[in-house]
């Protein structure tokens, strides 16, 4: 019999599923699960909620096969060594999502008629009804900020008032943020034009500080911003010098850097402050821990491992082909300028045909960096899905010689019309190559590093210009590779820099070459 440890407080029906179908339970929120597992060194699976679980306790449970996170993230349990360890990791991505799109609205209204502040005064025994003349959420006009599974369930709870909804999702499709019912538009916008804006974008440098001085000043007075994603999206220091200036601008959270009683930073500019309740119904409790008993069941009963989220590559399979496969979607995201993408067709060629599914992960994580990392290739599909991306692993042609090589063609949204970047790559004494952009040939360049990446009409002297602005900017040039299009009469320019070519200085060099398409890369 399989002992599981669910060493937190999870509704019960985990419990009772398991027991049913004949798993051994110890459930105990009260002593901590440090000392549990000497109390139970025989554990087969545990499921947590916020709990660490620690090298030091995978170690001391030697029978441990799998850990499974009761709620979407899981950064509380070590998975680069659960993989050491053989010892997969699982999450319940979506139990939450209605319980925060829930508690959105209700912080939108508590703020608006002042809920809190008239019980407190109420019950003092006041009666200050006219100090707390309240809005109307109806036709309103809310930007929602990311349209995954929470945002777009903001878009069904908020119907009913009638709103304008407008949307930004970088990597969601025009037509699919349309067929929502949200009008996607540019974050400057949403930031100019809504009354009140919510954020649900997932955390880490990439969006560390995302709403800055810049967009928190094009708000207008009077509108409402509502932070249920992550710690450190908002720059708090910059809305706080905007308040002192005078500017009325509103600030719900309920995210912390820690989630624990003490000082939280944001109470100074924070208009409203949670103790990070998204998540804490009674229901998606519940529908948590009836996914993770689910989970466990179809993973040992089954061997159904769709869920894990420290997969393993069978194997056989390179991990430089894995590596390679995330840079070449990086690589052709970035030259499709960042544009909604609409489909992926990749083509493996040789020995890699027969791994192929087990690419999906890696694309997913090179074509769309917010995605979540580490899923199998089930998963990754379904993530793709539900960006509204159709992905295709195709056939190779028996006539093409290219062996094990990796083709990836991304068709990106620009004014409604398809455009296609098309880049192929290989591996090369364990180095990632790429060897093709569109129709530009024999690259072979070393993606490792930082690339600058420049298009334009052939002729002489070009090269010359570029090596010089890089100079004059303190920027060595590594390598170059220039091949040219005779057909079409372009060039296109890979070169390999010291240090990363910035925003600036690619315009700089674009403008005074006259370039076709110009930008910089670091993987």
């Known amino acids: 019999m399989k002992k ?57 449970l030697l029978n441990l096969k799998v850990v499974i996170r009761a709620g979407a993230g899981y950064d509380n349990i070590d998975i680069v060594h659960a993989r050491k360890k053989n010892i997969d990791v699982m999450n319940t991505p979506g139990a939450n999502s209605n319980a925060v799109a829930e508690e959105v609205i209700a912080m939108i209204l508590a703020y608006y008629r002042h809920i809190v502040d008239a019980d407190n005064t109420t019950r003092q025994g006041l009666w200050e009804k006219k100090r707390y003349m309240g809005s109307e959420l109806t036709k309103k006009t809310v930007g929602i900020v990311g349209l995954g599974n929470i945002g777009r369930l903001i878009v069904k709870r908020l119907q009913g008032f009638e709103p304008t909804l407008l949307g930004y999702d970088h990597f969601l499709a025009r037509q699919r943020a349309i067929n929502i019912g949200v009008t996607p538009t540019s974050l400057e916008e949403i930031f100019e034009q809504a009354d009140i804006i919510t954020l649900h974008v997932p955390g880490g440098p990439s969006t560390k500080g995302m709403v800055g001085a810049d967009l928190l000043g094009r708000m207008k007075n009077g509108s409402v911003l509502i932070n249920c994603s992550r710690y450190g999206v908002v720059d708090e220091e910059a809305l706080a010098a905007l308040k002192a200036e005078g500017r009325k601008i509103a600030y719900l959270t309920d995210v912390h850097p820690k989630d624990a009683a003490g000082d939280k930073p944001s109470a100074a500019v924070a208009d409203l402050l949670l103790p990070h309740l998204g998540a804490n119904t009674i229901e998606a409790n519940a529908k948590a821990a009836r996914r993770a008993a689910e989970q466990m069941i179809a993973y040992f009963d089954e061997s159904n491992t769709s869920c894990v989220v420290n997969g393993e590559s069978p194997t056989g399979l390179n991990p430089a082909h894995l590596h390679l496969t995330m840079m070449l979607g990086t690589f052709a995201r970035i030259a499709g300028e960042g544009k909604p993408i609409r489909r992926i067709d990749c083509t493996f060629y040789g020995d890699l045909r027969t791994y192929r599914k087990w690419f999906t992960p890696k694309i997913l994580e090179g074509v769309l960096p917010h995605a979540e990392k580490g899923l199998m290739p089930e998963a990754a599909e379904e993530s793709l899905r539900e960006h509204g991306i159709v992905f295709k692993a195709r056939e190779p042609m028996d006539d093409k010689p290219y062996e094990d090589s990796i083709t990836l063609d991304l068709t990106t949204e620009v004014d409604g019309e398809p455009v296609t970047t098309s880049v192929r790559g290989v591996v090369t004494e364990g180095i990632p190559m790429i060897s093709r952009i569109n129709t530009f040939h024999g690259l072979y360049s070393d993606m490792r590093g930082n690339t600058l990446v420049l298009r334009y009409k052939d002729r002489p002297g070009v090269i010359a210009l570029i090596g010089s602005t890089l100079a004059s900017a303190g920027i060595n040039i590594d390598n170059i590779v220039a091949p040219i299009d005779h057909a079409c009469g372009e060039a296109m320019a890979l070169i390999k820099t010291n240090k990363p070519v910035t925003d600036e200085q690619v315009a700089e060099i674009s403008k005074g070459i006259d370039a076709l398409s110009a930008f910089a890369v670091s993987l």
């Open 4 to 60: 599981v440890l669910i060493p937190t407080k999870l509704e019960s029906i985990a419990a009772n599923t398991l027991k049913a179908a004949g798993y051994e339970i110890i459930q105990d929120a009260d002593t901590p699960l440090e000392e549990q597992i000497k109390q139970h060194p025989d554990t087969t699976a545990l499921i947590v909620r916020s709990e660490k679980v620690t090298p030091e306790i995978m170690d001391a």
